[in-house]
């Protein structure tokens, strides 16, 4: 079950009735309820509306509704095209995506060109809290806090426009990556980021939350679990990333490690797996392995595995796209300057 993203927004007839640009509208109350339902949850909401940006912003702002929609597109330029815009700047797949309209014409034109984004007509659209692909169960802070955390994402790509370089722009952001063992009060959010991240994500592996629990408890040593915390100066990002590994005799396994897509091009899932390997070589370990299973989605992390010279050395011959990686723990490469390992 893949649950949504982000849901973007016609406007007239959508989110009120009437035309902006033809006088007053009214303001769907139900609709409002429904957008903040799902913000709660962790989804992100957008507009691709026709009309002229300013006067919708007008209605947006004077209905205090302006701040829910990131990226919005309210111009005359096809609904699809501005739909990819929004996925792309977002970094949020198609796939991850609704769109609710009042027209049938633009819901079957989205249909037919970009067929993986979700459609739902107006008149449905106060059932959606209601409906399996809105409701994820696993509300943490993170969740809560998601919309702000893309907010926050604006301001950095701003301030990166001052810089000369990504590097030299990475590095007055003051990042500090904090790995420590998994907790008890981490489960949701670890149990989060294994359902929502698909990107940077090495095996798709979904772990059930007693077992979870089981792997970071006494009662099997052999495993490890870490999560990854991430702050800067713009603000707080909360858990973004999670590790397990499987210890042996001369050697550990990284059965899985998955990163949070916000946080895509800053060295966070590189910085992970250095350390990992630094703190295991500390401990005598001479060997890395390392899992990776192709979902379709994933090339990012085996081209991790090979930028940190790690050898493929078996492959599964039962179909199910499992790969094992393996390095010696020896000339380990940097740590990316930019971060402030805690």
């Not at 309209?101 to 060109?113: A, N, P, R, S, T």
């Not at 802070?141 to 907010?151: A, D, G, I, L, V």
Request: one cysteine or more; a negative charge; charged letters at 30%.
């Amino acid at each position: 079950m893949s649950y949504k993203k982000c849901v973007v927004w016609d406007l007239d007839n959508t989110l009120w009735d009437g035309i902006c640009l033809e006088g007053n509208v009214t303001i769907k109350e139900d609709i409002v309820q429904v957008i903040k339902k799902l913000d709660k949850r962790g989804i992100l909401h957008s507009i691709a509306s026709r009309g002229e940006e300013s006067v919708s912003f007008k209605v947006l702002e004077a209905n205090s509704l302006k701040e829910f929609f990131l990226v919005p597109k309210i111009n005359w330029l096809q609904k699809t095209n501005n739909i990819i815009s929004i996925s792309k700047e977002l970094n949020i797949p198609l796939e991850s995506i609704v769109f609710i309209d009042d027209d049938v014409f633009e819901l079957e034109q989205m249909k037919f060109m970009l067929p993986d984004v979700l459609t739902i007509r107006a008149d449905d659209a106060s059932d959606m809290p209601r409906m399996k692909e809105f409701s994820p169960g696993l509300i943490t802070q993170e969740s809560k806090s998601r919309r702000e955390f893309y907010k926050s994402e604006e301001l950095r790509k701003i301030a990166e426009s001052k810089f000369v370089t990504r590097e030299d722009f990475l590095s007055s952001c003051q990042m500090k990556l904090k790995i420590r063992p998994m907790i008890i009060t981490d489960t949701q959010r670890v149990l989060e980021l294994m359902t929502r991240t698909h990107q940077l994500n090495t095996t798709g592996w979904i772990i059930e939350q007693k077992r979870l629990i089981e792997l970071m408890g006494e009662s099997d040593p052999s495993h490890e679990i870490y999560v990854a915390e991430l702050e800067d100066k713009f603000g707080k990002y909360g858990i973004i990333g999670t590790a397990i590994i499987e210890k042996e005799i001369l050697s550990f396994m990284l059965k899985y490690l998955a990163v949070s897509c916000r946080v895509m091009g800053r060295g966070i899932e590189r910085a992970i797996l250095i350390s990992i390997m630094n703190n295991n070589s500390e401990s005598g370990f001479q060997f890395a392995e390392a899992e990776f299973r192709e979902t379709g989605r994933n090339r990012t992390m085996r081209a991790l595995y090979q930028m940190m010279d790690f050898q493929q050395i078996s492959a599964s011959e039962d179909h199910d796209n499992l790969f094992i990686f393996k390095r010696e723990l020896t000339n380990l490469p940097p740590l990316p300057n930019w971060l402030d390992i805690l």
